[in-house]
């Protein structure tokens, strides 16, 4: 079972932040908190990762809270190509390694 | 190759054909994992290899599924006696590092669309 809980959808105006909500109550504290995002008919890509720092890169930044049971990843300036599923996930161990595990994530719309 | 290349993108089989999906990921990395997502869900984890290894298969939904990355780079799911709930959107991923760390990223390929009919 995934160990994040996400909104099912979201929606945004262009030009607007977009603040994506991500509980991960249990996460524990060498585990990864990542975001990826899929837009219809592709793979995910890769956006974002952190451990308990902020974050910020090109696309998104990354805010987690201090006790790391939640983070918000911001898309400042959303745009109509942002318009996609945004996955939060951590890092599951079995059998030594971390397996992704994902959930159904937020369904994201832009609208202009 | 820039990136993950899948094939072929769409697949259609009768059911009880088998069917091999074919996975080429990024040269030199390490870890590649096979997902299974049905429409409108998100992915389903279904096996993981380091190398030639297959570390994990927890996630193979049944004995008639089978993975294999015989030299450590390309890898082939292949599924026997195909169902129709197997029809769904077959992703490989692939990452640089050994899956036992827990910060590296994972780079996608566009999937393979099984349909069974």
């Known amino acids: 079972d995934a160990k994040t809980t996400q909104p099912p959808s979201m929606d945004c105006a262009e030009g607007r932040a977009a603040n994506l909500p991500c509980n991960h109550s249990?996460?524990?504290?060498?585990?990864?908190v990542y975001w990826y995002r899929q837009i219809h008919s592709q793979g995910p890509q890769y956006i974002i990762h952190?451990?308990?720092n902020n974050e910020t890169n090109e696309m998104a930044s990354l805010i987690i809270t201090e006790d790391r049971k939640s983070s918000t990843l911001i898309l400042p300036h959303a745009t109509l190509r942002d318009t996609a599923v945004y996955y939060c996930i951590v890092r599951e161990t079995s059998g030594g390694s971390y397996i992704p595990t994902f959930g159904r994530g937020t369904s994201l719309i832009v609208h202009p | 190759g820039a990136g993950v290349s899948q094939s072929p993108r769409y697949k259609v089989a009768k059911r009880g054909q088998d069917v091999a999906l074919r996975c080429d990921p990024i040269s030199g990395h390490v870890s590649l994992f096979w997902y299974q997502q049905a429409l409108g869900q998100g992915p389903e984890f279904l096996t993981y290899?380091?190398?030639?290894?297959?570390?994990?298969k927890s996630g193979l939904p049944s004995d008639r599924f089978f993975a294999e990355r015989p030299e450590g780079s390309v890898s082939t799911l292949k599924i026997q006696r195909t169902q129709q709930e197997d029809s769904a959107v077959y992703l490989c991923?692939?990452?640089?590092?050994?899956?036992?760390?827990?910060?590296?990223?994972?780079?996608f390929g566009s999937g393979t669309q099984l349909s069974v009919l």
């Open positions: 952190g451990l308990k």
């Open positions: 290899f380091q190398n030639e290894a297959q570390l994990d």
């Open positions: 991923a692939s990452s640089l590092a050994v899956g036992g760390r827990g910060d590296e990223k994972l780079f």
């Open positions: 249990t996460i524990s504290g060498n585990e990864y």
